[in-house]
């Protein structure tokens, strides 16, 4: 983080890591991850300990403070083997050699007064701009219960080609409403049936909505050209492809570009992969369908990146509604009258997705296409009083309601 790298980069540039093996290496992953899920939280909690600011602390000591207090508060693991473990670790890792007996203090004044943790409020967790804009937003239950998502492991889910209730079955996983199957716990993807056989791909439940508004109000897209316009990694290509139709991918980012590629080839299907900038380019036909995931502020997948809750700046979050406005005006020239387009972001802030669609509704462009609850099931309690998706966590967990990663989704007809 203080790098300015994500998890998966920092893991993947560190030999430490790469020593690890099996369980070793899915702990280590396990305690990087709980820790920055939760890194507001815990400093909270660790600055009532420390008699300077944590600003002031070493940052290698600050580094295994946080880690020793994400496994205690967070992971629950057991005190001794957590306190022994970490100041063993300073011991013998020369940057924080001089703090162990620090780390040894703290750590164990962690395990005896949990409550500086449990005390605060979870929306703690992020920068305090960030839990007010989603306070804001979601008031103040929805933003406890999308801090409580995102400080959670995320589940893995997958869309599978066809015949997904087979497959949930030799899976021994969970066939959810919507057709996804939620994984077991801990489930090693690669050894999964059918992976090597690209039967099958990661996708978060709420992601694979999109794709399959799209195909319900078109009548079908089998054989029908349709456009991706933001496609990469290309989870919802993949899923246009299974659908039968005449795909186009588009990505600015070639490097992007590139594992969509990689994924159709693992899943034995094919597209038009173009790289290029949605807003300028245009087709020589026009499309019968477009899906527009358009790049947004992500903070509704913050628990798969939650070192972006970080880095991300109000500023920065500034720059996405003209973005949004522009893709949405470029579909507009990329379909056919009568055309459908399912817009979708995966941020809770109005100005990237409501508002977007409210006034390109003003315009004389589009007519709303309201979704119905009976296309959602398993989503019902995110349909909008307009008929739009936001898959906020719903508040009762244990309904039958799906639980995932946040979108906002609408979908318009091109008049
Ligand atoms: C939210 S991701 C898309 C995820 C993808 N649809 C999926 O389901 O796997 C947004 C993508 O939009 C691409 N992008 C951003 N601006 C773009 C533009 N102006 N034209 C085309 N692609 C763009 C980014 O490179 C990024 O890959």
């Known amino acids: 983080m203080q790098e300015g790298l994500d998890m998966d980069e ?22 990087a991850s709980s820790t920055l899920r939760t890194i507001g939280r815990i400093d909270g909690a660790l600055a009532g300990f420390l008699d300077r600011p944590i600003s002031k602390i070493d940052p290698p000591v600050l580094a295994l403070l946080r880690i020793g207090a994400g496994q205690l508060w967070v992971m629950d ?8 473990a970490t100041v063993d670790a300073a011991r013998q890792w020369k940057p924080a050699s001089r703090g162990g007996g620090l ?13 500086a943790f449990t005390a605060l409020p979870t929306s703690r967790i992020w920068p305090d701009w960030l839990a007010d804009r989603l306070s804001a937003v979601l008031g103040p239950e929805g933003v406890e219960s999308l801090a409580q998502l995102q400080s959670e492991d995320p589940n893995t889910d997958i869309t599978v080609k066809s015949n997904a209730a087979d497959w949930a079955e030799k899976m021994s996983a969970e066939l959810l409403a919507n057709e996804s199957i939620r994984l077991p716990t801990g489930t090693s993807i690669t050894d ?37 316009l933001c496609a990469a990694p290309g989870g919802k290509t993949m899923q246009l492809c299974a659908i039968g139709a005449d795909v186009t991918a588009l990505d600015t980012s070639p490097g992007r570009l590139a594992i969509v590629e ?24 026009p499309f019968d369908a477009i899906l527009l995931d358009a790049p947004c502020s992500a903070l509704g997948t913050l628990r798969r990146h939650p070192e972006g809750a970080w880095r991300r700046t109000a500023k920065g979050l500034s720059r996405y509604p003209a973005i949004q406005t522009k893709l949405l005006e470029a579909a507009a020239d990329m379909v056919n009258p009568g055309g459908v387009v ?4 995966c941020t809770p802030l109005p100005e990237e997705g409501v508002d977007v669609i409210t006034a390109a509704l003003e315009t004389d462009d589009w007519s709303a296409l309201p979704i119905n609850a009976d296309e959602v099931p398993g989503f019902e309690h995110a349909l909008t009083p307009e008929g739009w998706l936001l898959t906020a966590p719903p508040a009762d967990r244990q309904s039958p309601h799906i639980v995932s990663d946040l979108f906002f989704i609408a979908r318009l007809k091109r008049n």
């Open 192 to 228: 999964l049936e059918g992976y090597v056989e690209g039967e099958w791909w990661v996708q978060d439940a709420g992601a694979a909505l999109p794709a399959r508004l799209l195909d319900k109000a078109s009548g079908g897209l089998k054989g029908k050209r349709v456009a991706d």
């Open 342 to 345: 399912v817009y979708c972001v």
């Open 262 to 285: 990689e994924n159709l080839g693992r899943t034995q299907m094919s597209a038009k992969l173009i790289s290029a900038d949605a807003i300028e380019w245009r087709p020589e036909t």
């Open 10 to 31: 920092a893991l993947a540039d560190s030999e430490a890591f790469d020593a690890l093996e099996g369980a070793d290496r899915g702990f280590a992953r396990a305690i």
């Open 77 to 84: 693991a057991p005190a001794y083997a957590v306190v022994s």
């Open 103 to 115: 780390v040894n203090a703290i750590l164990r004044r962690a395990d005896r007064e949990r409550d």
